[in-house]
Every structure is written in structure tokens, then in C-alpha cells.
T-cell receptor
Framework: AQSVTQPDIHITVSEGASLELRCNYS??????LFWYVQSPGQGLQLLLK??????LVQGIKGFEAEFKRSQSSFNLRKPSVHWSDAAEYFC??????????FGDGTTLTVKP | KAGVTQTPRYLIKTRGQQVTLSCSPI?????VSWYQQTPGQGLQFLFE???????NKGNFPGRFSGRQFSNSRSEMNVSTLELGDSALYLC????????????FGPGTRLTVT
């Protein structure tokens, strides 16, 4: 069965600083990988996805993620964080269409 | 195009009661998945429907059930509510069963007292 680990429960960065959120997955084959963002009381918004091909994927809001098969990782990055990026971020893997497995999430706090 | 809508947005129920939550997918989407989100267990998959058939099911007791109608709208039902059922219930839709990109609704916040 697939699993997702987000090692950092909470991360605080200063506005304008760079950001990297870690995600490690466990799955036998090439997974379909996703990053979502959730603001308080809201649903999940898809930031970016990796299905195949180029291992560096670009998403919305200036986010990007790099798939590293050798490390079973799919880390999310942003060069310069804005105060509006404060939210909870979830990494997910999907082996069967329609059934996602999520990490426990990383809460991002942005200091002014 | 309108997004995924879920009704109601907030709900308060008493232990032992039952509840029905509704999800209207994006127009043209035929697959609907349901997830439960709690602080302790995180996001957990409940079930997925496509063309009125349940295709996948998570590890939840039989008190949790769902269905999908011919217009792709879906409902989930929880019977004999327990305090631990308090959660945000999220619905997600996708165009076809084999599509891996899904779109989430805002969720229904269920509180069981």
C-alpha cells in the first residue's frame, strides 16, 4: 500500500524568504504525486501535479516541485514566500484513480 | 464553470442520529470521491463513485455509506453518529474514472455532540 510522509509538522519562514516543504512517498511503481494547499475552513486547492516526464514541475502561485525517484521524494519549493502563502500544505499520492493517500500536512506560518 | 459544491456547509448533530451530506460535482464530471478530515487522523479516503457505482472504498465502518445519482451528484450518509465522526467531510470530483486530477469542494463541517 502507498504511504506519504511529510516530516515537518510546522514550518515558519520570513516573508520574502525561500521555502521548501518535504514529502516522501512509498509506492512500488511510478506514482502520481500532488501538492495541495488548504486555508482554514476551506477545501483543498491543487498546486501542482507530477504524472511523468520532466521531474521539475511548475504549479500555481509560483510553486514548483521536484520528483526524485532515487530518494522517493517530491519536495515543494517557492523562491520567495508571501504572507498569503500561510496555510496548510498536503502532499498526496494516487495509485488508483479516485483514491488518494495524503500526508499529515505541514502548516506554514509566514513572519512579517 | 462552477466548482464542486457541498451542502450543508455546517451541521450539528447529536450522538445516535444520522446525517446525509450532499455533493454536486463540476458539470461534466462523473467521478466523485469522499474524504474525512480530522485533526487526529488527517485526510482519509472514504469511497469513490463513478457512474452510480462504488469503485473504491476506504477502511470505514458500515455506518458510512454513499450513493451517486444519474446526474453524478453524490450523497454520503452516516448512521448512528459517534463523537469521533466530528470532522470536515470533503468531496472531490474528476471528469472520468481514469483521470487522476481531482477538484475539491469546500467541505461540510460536521459536529457531533
Amino acid at each position: 500500500a502507498q504511504s506519504v510522509t511529510q516530516p515537518d509538522i510546522h514550518i515558519t519562514v520570513s516573508e520574502g524568504a525561500s521555502l521548501e516543504l518535504r514529502c516522501n512517498y512509498s509506492y512500488g511503481a511510478t506514482p502520481y504525486l500532488f501538492w495541495y494547499v488548504q486555508s482554514p475552513g476551506q477545501g483543498l486547492q491543487l498546486l501542482l501535479k507530477y504524472f511523468s516526464g520532466d521531474t521539475l514541475v511548475q504549479g500555481i502561485k509560483g510553486f514548483e516541485a521536484e520528483f526524485k525517484r532515487s530518494q522517493s521524494s517530491f519536495n515543494l519549493r517557492k523562491p520567495s514566500v508571501h504572507w498569503s502563502d500561510a496555510a496548510e500544505y498536503f502532499c498526496a499520492v494516487e495509485a488508483n484513480a479516485g483514491k488518494s493517500t495524503f500526508g499529515d500536512g505541514t502548516t506554514l506560518t509566514v513572519k512579517p | 464553470k462552477a466548482g464542486v459544491t457541498q451542502t450543508p456547509r455546517y451541521l450539528i448533530k447529536t450522538r445516535g442520529q444520522q446525517v446525509t451530506l450532499s455533493c454536486s460535482p463540476i458539470s461534466g464530471h462523473r467521478s466523485v470521491s469522499w474524504y474525512q478530515q480530522t485533526p487526529g487522523q488527517g485526510l482519509q479516503f472514504l469511497f469513490e463513485y463513478f457512474s452510480e457505482t462504488q469503485r473504491n472504498k476506504g477502511n470505514f465502518p458500515g455506518r458510512f455509506s454513499g450513493r451517486q445519482f444519474s446526474n453524478s451528484r453524490s450523497e454520503m450518509n452516516v448512521s448512528t453518529l459517534e463523537l469521533g465522526d466530528s470532522a470536515l467531510y470533503l468531496c472531490a470530483s474528476r471528469p472520468l474514472a481514469e483521470d487522476y486530477e481531482q477538484y475539491f469542494g469546500p467541505g461540510t463541517r460536521l459536529t457531533v455532540t
